[in-house]
């Protein structure tokens, strides 16, 4: 078991047991993925609940914004660790974000932080590097669809999904509301659902203003869609799919004012985010 784990600042997650409704995490090694200069992501493996899973660790340390669409800790501000941790399909919980709290515990990460949650297999996660930009991406799609699709579902369902949609479905940890040609709500469905959510990590050497921390969310979200088209997949994503944008605080200047995909620095996030979520959808598709 992992214990002792350090009280992070006031302004961090609180610390909670690791045990904490049964998901002991009873082993953490460490595997250090060959990357670029910049934040190091560190793939790390526990076994909690009777499960091996995996999950990455980014050790921002002071100085740097974060900008993202997390369970834990979203939105835009300082932020010191980023976390993407893998949960078995099934997942139980439905409070993700002081699971994610206590992983963060069980490592020592301390003050604020941020984190993602997939029952996608983190151990495959992808990288794209370009001018300075890293993505780093871990790609499931068993759930894939149109963003824009009709409503299938009764209302108060719809409203309980989008509670913890991710944490809500009872055999995986993302589900999908049921598309036109499966079961009506109420009945069961024939097809196993699997898990799909695509989480993306950038990180830049650059900062970055507000808007621009903004409009790099929506870049990121662009060149994923564009990466899963180019895969073949007839599909926007998934209902779960997270982003975070990691860049310095900005300094008196304010930071680069854009990050839209024609501007330098949001053109090489695309260019990074792209190549990140190509090489994560093609064997994605090719288990579908």
């Known amino acids: 078991m992992i214990g002792g784990a350090r009280r992070p600042r006031e302004d961090g997650p609180e610390p909670v047991p690791p045990s904490h409704q049964g998901c002991a995490i009873d082993s953490v090694r460490v595997h250090l993925p060959a990357q670029c200069a910049g934040p190091r992501a560190e793939l790390r493996d526990r076994h909690e609940g009777g499960h091996h899973l995996h999950h990455l660790v980014w050790r921002l340390g002071p100085g740097v914004r974060v900008c993202s669409s997390a369970v834990l800790g979203g939105g835009i501000g300082p932020r010191t660790w980023i976390l993407n941790a893998q949960v078995p399909g099934g997942y139980p919980r439905l409070d993700p974000d002081r699971h994610l709290a206590e992983i963060a515990a069980a490592e020592g990460l301390t003050g604020p932080g941020a984190g993602l949650m997939t029952a996608a297999e983190v151990a495959a996660y992808t990288t794209g590097h370009d001018g300075g930009v890293t993505a780093t991406v871990t790609t499931g799609l068993g759930v894939r669809g149109w963003a824009a699709a009709p409503e299938t579902a009764a209302p108060e369902l719809a409203a309980s999904r989008t509670a913890a949609p991710e944490f809500a479905a009872p055999d995986t940890a993302a589900r999908e509301f049921p598309a036109p040609d499966t079961a009506a709500p109420g009945t069961e469905s024939r097809t196993p659902h699997r898990p799909g959510t695509v989480n ?59 990050a839209g995909p024609r501007s330098p620095w949001g053109a090489r996030i695309a260019r990074a985010v792209h190549t990140a979520v190509l090489a994560g959808a093609r064997p994605a598709r090719d288990l579908s």
Do not use: M, R
């Open 200 to 258: 993306i990590v950038v990180g830049l050497p650059v900062a970055l203003s507000d808007a621009a921390l903004v409009n790099a969310v929506a870049t990121a979200t662009e060149a994923k869609v564009q990466a899963l088209l180019d895969a073949g997949l007839d599909c926007s994503g998934t209902p779960t799919d997270a982003v975070c944008i990691a860049a310095p605080e900005p300094g008196p200047d304010g930071g680069e004012p854009f």
